[in-house]
């Protein structure tokens, strides 16, 4: 038995990998373009481990997904890759469509050929279970009900509407041709190896270089938040034992105004390295709102409890301090991404 995961190199996805391998020594192909996110530093633990193979490549080339799929004969595409970042898709939209929903569709036409030709055990229990976000169902009210599964996709961004778009096809390849999918939309994820261009990266290496802390608007725009690894095991839940074309909401049941989370991590920074210069909340600077900035995202997360038993092993303040004590013992990643070094990971590391 084997896996396929896409854009094992990213954020939640080399989270996925790492902790896939705590409880299970299936093993793993890992393709993933090492696009500006992706960074194979966050799996040099799994360098020499069989069980996991690295591919670098795109979810978009065709004739490499045929070959993975047909040398490889995974029982389960779990599909993370995607471009991500809000501010990105405001600026240049075009990668996000062709990654996020070219590439999406890709994907899905290379399992669909794949699991058509499999019998048995082999196709009933074949599963592609699609990666996506709560941005899709658009901006809440302050006093509205949180996200459930039904609610209306109102996507606001190029981001979120790429991600949608690809929602709706998965949906589509389930209805139309019975491809065994499953999807799961889950709220703002915070960790270990999280880029520092998201917000509480980008607070932490930026207090720590003591350089200002740039708030969008009035810092009340509202997220849920849920740690990494909760996410991981969610997806777990649900690759498992989810019903077949359903869709499943992950939170951490834990919404906070960003300002909060900045005023949190600011905190905890001054409790386990303070700043001779000061509280590091004097670092906060409001910069200009991102335009169309949603107000609120919550998260329902009943279904996946009451049907799947799962709910997160983290509250937000185990789950921050773990992530401020991993960025202050790992300085040196942080480093790397931010200078670009990590992007020579590859060549130093497997000889080009
Ligand atoms: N970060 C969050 O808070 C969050 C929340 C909910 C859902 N999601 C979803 O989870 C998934 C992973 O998010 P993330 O934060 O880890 O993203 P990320 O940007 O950190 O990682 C994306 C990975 O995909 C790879 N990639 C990009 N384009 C590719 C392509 N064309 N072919 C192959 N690989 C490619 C990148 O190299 C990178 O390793 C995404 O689908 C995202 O929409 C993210």
Not at 181 to 190: D, E, M, P, R, W
Not at 210 to 227: E, M, S, T
Not at 328 to 333: I, P, T, Y
């Amino acid at each position: 038995m084997t896996i396929l995961v896409t854009g094992g190199a990213g954020f939640i996805g080399s989270n996925f990998v790492l902790d896939w391998f705590k409880s299970s020594d299936e093993p793993v192909v890992n393709l993933d373009a090492l696009t500006y996110a992706g960074n194979l530093e966050n799996l040099a633990s799994l360098k020499d481990d069989p069980r996991h193979v690295f591919v670098q490549g795109d979810i978009c080339d065709r004739a490499l997904i045929d070959q993975l799929l047909s040398t490889h004969r995974p029982r389960a595409i779990v599909h993370f890759a995607a471009e991500s970042h809000v501010d990105r898709s405001i600026h240049g939209p075009g990668a996000f469509m062709r990654t996020n929903v070219e590439g999406t569709f890709t994907l899905l036409e290379a399992a669909r050929a794949f699991w058509s030709a499999l019998e048995g055990d082999a196709k009933s229990g074949f599963r592609f279970h699609h990666v996506s976000t709560d941005e899709v169902y658009g901006s809440l009210k302050a006093d509205d009900p949180p996200f459930a599964e039904t609610n209306a996709y109102e996507p606001n961004s190029p981001y979120s509407a790429s991600k949608a778009a690809s929602d709706h096809l998965v949906r589509a390849w389930h209805h139309t041709y019975g491809l065994p999918v499953v999807t799961t939309n889950c709220s703002n994820n915070y960790g270990p190896y999280h880029f520092p261009e998201k917000l509480i990266p980008l607070m932490i290496v930026n207090a720590l270089a003591g350089k200002p802390l740039p708030v969008y608007g009035d810092g009340q725009q509202i997220r849920d938040w849920l740690y990494v690894t909760d996410h991981c095991s969610g997806i777990r839940a649900v690759l498992a034992g989810g019903t077949l074309g359903e869709t499943y909401n992950i939170g951490g049941w834990n919404e906070q105004a960003n300002i909060d989370i900045v005023k949190t991590v600011c905190a905890l920074l001054d409790e386990l390295r303070p700043d001779p210069a000061g509280p590091y909340a004097r670092l906060i600077t409001y910069v200009k709102d991102r335009p169309g900035h949603d107000r609120r995202y919550a998260i329902d997360a009943r279904k996946i409890e009451r049907d799947l038993g799962w709910r997160p092993a983290e509250t937000f303040e185990t789950g921050i301090r773990k992530t401020v004590q991993w960025y202050l013992a790992n300085e040196e990643w942080s480093s790397r991404v931010l200078s670009g070094a990590y992007r020579e990971w590859v060549s130093k590391q497997y000889g080009g």
